[in-house]
């Protein structure tokens, strides 16, 4: 094995030494993988599954999976029985989970590679703003107390928003996660005065949840990956009464605390916490690595995301342009300012342009794709690159209207046309992909996750 090996195989080792499955994208994101989503690591995880083999090991590259899968695939099931024969694999994976990798010194997980687990809560909110409301509150100073006595801090909070309260379209649904201090105080120290004074004002609110800790980060999951709280977390909602949660808060199950940290999350910023957040749209577990630098923003609505399975996608500006635009509305009939572009989410995409837009009658929406397939249909952002120049092109080559970057002010007829040579660009880019993989070379690993 050679020094990346050792690191992939650390990586695993750490998810291992809390009985948790790995994706191959966890992997990828841990260790700078060309490919985040793990395309191409199989070859790596051979060598590693016969290193360990031959010093008499568990099979620790059996935990490796893909994201929503309890066993690896079933190209990977071909090499590992090359290896091992016809194993139980389930029984393998106890091995792997029960076996003590800090006894292999090479092998031992460490802080440099994934954090140690901080455990994991979940309550609900009426809403999920951290921007205005940094942090978690309790009725009772003994509920805040107990809380405090049973995690860590920097432990991970899962918000939920209540199913009666809060928008209709977050009822019952996970919709971010708070990084919670040990630091106390009243709620009105660490919530923004406009939040504090709506709270106050309302007979339903007033006067609750004054007992409060801060909160020092926050991410929201991807409006795509928002999932009612009772398939997400079946044993903590199942297990206790709505409004324990919402008093108490309750802890995740380890298998629970993977299914969040699988998420895709970006980060936002968290009342009274100062600094620069990184709105890169990854998984919830690579955003919880040890912090690196965040690039500045080439534009004021740059945001960047991990490799992986993208959409292209076409936002439109709703309101009354020529107001916005300051041109006569007669000049601008039948004309749209949109964003063409591609991200693994088009949802959270439009909500952080939005959220560099102060409150108004102006408003992003997602125009393209529509319906949003369930799945990006597009392998990696080299193939999405592919569509989104395609889009570019045929908007200057039909001379619409650049406002900057990647906005446009169309036609609307050019809009759908330019929809459709983004698409038919990226399909080819995709098929030429596909082509050039089944041709490698005969006996070669290829992971297809």
């Not at 006569?328 to 949109?338: D, G, Q, R």
Request: aromatic share 10%; hydrophobic share 40%; glycine share 8%.
């Amino acid at each position: 094995m050679d020094a990346f090996q050792f690191e992939i195989a650390r990586v695993i080792a750490a998810k291992a030494k809390r009985q948790q499955r790995v994706t191959y994208q966890q992997v990828g994101e841990a260790v700078g993988w060309a490919h985040p989503t793990g395309r191409g690591l199989g070859p790596h995880l051979e060598v590693i599954l016969h290193h360990l083999k031959d010093r008499g090991l568990p099979p620790l590259t059996t935990i490796v999976v893909k994201k929503g899968h309890r066993h690896p695939a079933e190209d990977a099931m071909a090499y590992i029985r090359s290896a091992l024969g016809g194993i139980n694999i389930e029984a393998a994976q106890q091995e792997v989970f029960a076996f003590d990798w800090m006894t292999v010194p090479e092998l031992g997980p460490t802080r440099d590679h994934l954090p140690e687990d901080r455990g994991a809560w979940l309550t609900s909110f009426w809403g999920f703003d951290p921007a205005g409301w940094g942090c978690i509150g309790f009725a009772d100073e003994w509920r805040r107390n107990a809380y405090l006595r049973s995690s860590q801090p920097g432990g991970l909070v899962a918000i939920y928003v209540t199913k009666n309260k809060g928008p209709s379209n977050m009822r019952g649904k996970v919709v971010g996660v708070l990084e919670v201090s040990h630091e106390i105080g009243h709620a009105k120290n660490f919530i923004s005065g406009e939040h504090w004074a709506a709270k106050e004002s309302s007979p339903e609110r007033k006067g609750k949840w004054l007992y409060a800790i801060r909160a020092t980060r926050a991410w929201r999951i991807v409006p795509e990956d928002w999932k009612p709280v009772e398939e997400l977390f079946p044993d903590a909602y199942g297990n206790n009464n709505a409004e324990l949660i919402g008093a108490n808060g309750v802890p995740l199950s380890q298998e629970e605390t993977a299914a969040l940290r699988s998420l895709d999350v970006y980060e936002v910023p968290v009342y009274g916490q100062a600094g620069q957040v990184d709105p890169t749209i990854q998984t919830l577990e690579s955003a919880l690595n040890p912090s690196r630098a965040v690039k500045p923003a080439p534009s004021p609505y740059w945001v960047g995301e991990t490799d992986g399975p993208k959409h292209l996608y076409i936002l439109k500006l709703s309101g009354d342009i020529s107001v916005y635009l300051g041109r006569p509305a007669k000049e601008l009939e039948e004309k749209a300012v949109i964003k063409v572009g591609f991200s693994k989410s088009p949802l959270a995409r439009r909500d952080q342009i939005q959220s560099a837009y102060p409150k108004g009658t102006f408003a992003w929406e997602v125009f393209k794709p529509s319906p949003q397939p369930d799945t990006p249909p597009y392998a990696n952002a080299e193939i999405a690159i592919v569509g989104e120049d395609a889009m570019k092109k045929r908007l200057v080559d039909e001379k619409a209207e650049s406002l900057g970057g990647e906005f446009f002010l169309a036609d609307d007829w050019l809009v759908l046309n330019v929809w459709t040579a983004g698409r038919v660009a990226a399909e080819k880019a995709q098929a030429a992909t596909e082509s050039s993989i089944t041709q490698e070379q005969p006996g070669q690993v290829v992971s297809t996750a």
